[in-house]
Nanobody, 128 residues
Framework: QVQLVESGGGLVQAGGSLRLSCAAS????????MAWFRRAPGKEREVVAT???????????DYADSVKGRFTIYRDNAKNTVYLQMNSLKPEDTAVYHC??????????????????WGQGTQVTVSS
């Protein structure tokens, strides 16, 4: 069992930055691949970025208003924490951001149903 708690959300102006943190309980954090998802108002939850157990492999969503090049996912296994550094924020990034965990695989997973543990989420609001 893994419990996840996100923090770091808030209100920021367009062009600003935020760093989200997700603290995990338990002693086996390094056995899990981690991900950040987000759900914007009126939209489905979507993957933002994923990272493997060691931090050596990452994936960034490749959709309209892509986060690639603006967001960075990384982790500190000694602190049982995964981060999402968000730069050059846009109003379209406004959403509730959730972290998620799944047992490490050979490839990074991107679908909601593939993740077993979820945090409650943290609100990010970007004003224009």
């Amino acid at each position: 069992q893994v419990q996840l708690v996100e923090s770091g959300g808030g209100l920021v102006q367009a062009g600003g930055s935020l760093r989200l943190s997700c603290a995990a309980s338990g002693r086996t954090f390094s056995s899990y691949d981690m991900a950040w998802f987000r759900r914007a108002p009126g939209k489905e939850r979507e993957v933002v970025a994923t990272i493997n157990w060691s931090g050596g492999s990452t994936y960034y969503a490749d959709y309209a208003d892509s986060v690639k090049g603006r967001f960075t996912i990384y982790r500190d296994n000694a602190k049982n924490t995964v981060y999402l550094q968000m730069n050059s924020l846009k109003p379209e990034d406004t959403a509730v951001y959730h972290c998620a965990a799944t047992r490490s695989r050979s490839t990074l997973l991107r679908a909601l149903y593939e993740y077993d543990y979820w945090g409650q989420g943290t609100q990010v609001t970007v004003s224009s």
